[in-house]
């Protein structure tokens, strides 16, 4: 849909995707593709808001990414997998990402049980 180039800072916002990932994966680089022309400000203030998370002195990129992963991995989030891979590319080992994935799958299981348990007490 794009019908103009992307402004400087949107495009550095984009290529930081590249930058993490190795490639602008398909879901931002369609937000990049229609938002840049429909709202411009929208997508810069989503973008602001993702460098302010990702990029912090509190946890390194390797951390973020692996928490990332073992988010969108409970969520069943296709999104994962690219986290995985930025996982690597800052320095995770397998069984670093493993770990977060037996965690996802801990937490995906345990919450219905949780929360079920919980409720059923209430009753």
């Given at each position: 849909?794009?019908?103009?180039?992307?402004?400087?800072?949107?495009?550095?916002?984009?290529?930081?995707?590249?930058?993490?990932?190795?490639?602008?994966?398909?879901?931002?680089?369609?937000?990049?593709?229609?938002?840049?022309?429909?709202?411009?400000?929208?997508?810069?203030?989503?973008?602001?808001?993702?460098?302010?998370?990702?990029?912090s002195?509190?946890?390194?990129?390797?951390?973020?990414?692996?928490?990332?992963?073992?988010?969108?991995?409970?969520?069943?989030?296709?999104?994962?997998?690219?986290?995985?891979?930025?996982?690597?590319?800052?320095?995770?080992?397998?069984?670093?990402?493993?770990k977060?994935?037996?965690?996802?799958?801990?937490?995906?299981?345990?919450?219905?049980?949780?929360?079920?348990?919980?409720l059923?007490?209430?009753?």
């Amino acid at each position: 849909m794009s019908t103009h180039s992307l402004s400087p800072d949107l495009a550095a916002f984009r290529d930081s995707y590249a930058s993490l990932f190795g490639s602008v994966p398909p879901l931002p680089a369609a937000k990049f593709e229609f938002s840049s022309d429909v709202d411009p400000e929208a997508l810069r203030l989503a973008e602001q808001l993702r460098a302010h998370a990702f990029n912090s002195e509190i946890f390194d990129t390797k951390t973020t990414q692996l928490i990332l992963f073992g988010i969108l991995l409970a969520q069943g989030s296709p999104a994962a997998r690219f986290h995985a891979i930025a996982s690597r590319r800052a320095g995770a080992t397998w069984e670093e990402l493993h770990k977060v994935m037996e965690l996802a799958a801990a937490v995906a299981a345990l919450g219905p049980f949780n929360n079920g348990s919980a409720l059923l007490n209430e009753l």
